[in-house]
T-cell receptor
Framework: AQSVTQLGSHVSVSEGALVLLRCNYS??????LFWYVQYPNQGLQLLLK??????LVKGINGFEAEFKKSETSFHLTKPSAHMSDAAEYFC??????????????FGQGTILTVHP | GAVVSQHPSWVICKSGTSVKIECRSL??????MFWYRQFPKQSLMLMAT?????????EQGVEKDKFLINHASLTLSTLTVTSAHPEDSSFYIC????????????FGQGTRLTVV
């Protein structure tokens, strides 16, 4: 069984400040990890993914995340927030091989607010 | 590449009627498709997994007779919400995974269902 916990349902930062969205996972098999962003009334956009290669993953729009096995974490960061980053962010895990690939378990989501 | 199209984007239906949502992989063959549901201000929950040519596998608590899933071809899966009620109002989103060896599924843009 797999699970994801996103610490903090709401995060508020000032424009230009560091963005840190926390994600911890639980998985009985080596995980594949994903971060998605969802704007209001829209679908999901993939920001980045970890697939057992480099532990520091760079994604779109300046986001990156680091896979830390010892901490079972996959936190999302961005050095400087932009107003357009305001959205809801979901961390997700899949794994297990075979048909389990692509089958995602999502965290609860974190709403990011960016203040001018 | 890896484009998934979901139709319609939004639909309003009367209580007691049925509504069909289509999920198409436009530029790849999807051996597996996943259907998720997202209630307002909540995360995404997997409803079912469908493999082309076989019966869908439903997650615990999802009524298979109410949410009919058909995956008749390698590029199309449909979700039919039968005898819809207001509590079925939700955001439904599909994802499609290419054949074996792929660890990632690609999301459609989602369908907003409102039952009145």
């Amino acid at each position: 069984a797999q699970s994801v916990t996103q610490l903090g349902s709401h995060v508020s930062v000032s424009e230009g400040a560091l963005v840190l969205l926390r994600c911890n996972y639980s998985s009985s098999v080596p995980p594949y990890l994903f971060w998605y962003v969802q704007y209001p009334n829209q679908g999901l956009q993939l920001l980045l993914k970890y697939t057992s290669a480099a532990t520091l993953v760079k994604g779109i729009n300046g986001f990156e995340a680091e896979f830390k096995k010892s901490e079972t974490s996959f936190h999302l960061t961005k050095p400087s927030a932009h107003m357009s980053d305001a959205a809801e962010y979901f961390c997700a895990v899949s794994g297990g091989g075979g048909t389990s690939y692509g089958k995602l378990t999502f965290g609860q989501g974190t709403i990011l607010t960016v203040h001018p | 590449g890896a484009v998934v199209s979901q139709h319609p984007s939004w639909v309003i239906c009367k209580s007691g009627t049925s509504v069909k949502i289509e999920c198409r992989s436009l530029d790849f063959q999807a051996t597996t498709m996943f259907w998720y549901r997202q209630f307002p201000k909540q995360s995404l929950m997997l409803m079912a997994t469908s493999n082309e040519g076989s019966k869908a596998t439903y997650e615990q608590g999802v009524e298979k007779d109410k949410f009919l899933i058909n995956h008749a071809s390698l590029t199309l899966s449909t979700l039919t919400v039968t005898s819809a009620h207001p509590e079925d109002s939700s955001f439904y989103i599909c994802s499609a995974k290419p054949g074996t060896g792929f660890f990632e599924a690609f999301f459609g843009q989602g369908t907003r269902l409102t039952v009145v």
